[in-house]
T-cell receptor, first 113, second 112 residues
């Protein structure tokens, strides 16, 4: 088995601040994803990456940057934090060419003051 | 693109009763179907995956039904117990597509 770790678990920032969330996986999966989950709501895709140095925009990419430095890690940057984007950010990974099921990390909860 | 509608958004059933959640999708080329469970404060956990050729799939205490003609995916929890209280999400993807489209979720509460 493998595991996805996300750091930090809780992230508190000021409005307008640039904030970075990190994700690591040891599944050796090709594809990694960042989702945002607002309280009591479903998941919205921000960015995904099918291999190292690849980036694909999701439905909610505006206001975010991402970076796939190596196969095992995927970072998300909130370019200018806003109060209305307080949410849990979930990282996931999947194998290419199999059944595309995604495995999720524990999440980073973002609070903007 | 793919649209997935999940119903109901909230569901409350008594312990020992069944709970039924349904998703309808729009893309006839959808091939992989997933159910995820999210317990309070926790991340998403894969409950079951079904492929286009599978119509009924049984797990421990639940059954997943796929009706390709009606483009409907269902989750039936039989004999619900308190540990089933969680949010449940369906998800759908095409063959060869890295993206999964999620339903909005159903918050299931099991009453004693």
């Amino acid at each position: 088995g493998g595991i996805i770790t996300q750091t930090p678990k809780f992230l508190i920032g000021q409005e307008g601040q640039k904030l970075t969330l990190k994700c690591q996986q040891n599944f050796n999966h090709d594809t990694m994803y960042w989702y945002r989950q607002d309280s009591g709501k479903g998941l919205r895709l921000i960015y995904y990456s099918i291999t190292e140095n690849d980036l694909q925009k999701g439905d909610l990419s505006e206001g975010y940057d991402a970076s796939r430095e190596k196969k095992s890690s995927f970072s998300l940057t909130v370019t200018s934090a806003q109060k209305n984007e307080m949410a849990v950010f979930l990282c996931a990974s999947s194998i290419r060419g199999v059944s595309y099921e995604q495995y999720f990390g524990p999440g980073t909860r973002l609070t903007v003051l | 693109g793919e649209q997935v509608e999940q119903r109901p958004p909230h569901l409350s059933v008594r312990e020992g009763d069944s709970a039924f959640i349904t998703c309808t999708y729009t893309d006839p080329n959808s091939y992989y179907f997933f159910w995820y469970k999210q317990e309070p404060g926790a991340s998403l956990q894969l409950l079951m995956k079904v492929f286009s050729s599978t119509e009924i799939n049984e797990g421990q205490g639940f059954t997943v039904l796929l009706n390709k003609k009606d483009k409907r995916l269902s989750l039936n929890l039989t004999a619900a117990h308190p540990g089933d209280s969680a949010a449940y999400f369906c998800a759908v993807s095409n063959y060869g597509n890295e993206k999964i489209t999620f339903g909005a979720g159903t918050k299931l509460t099991i009453k004693p």
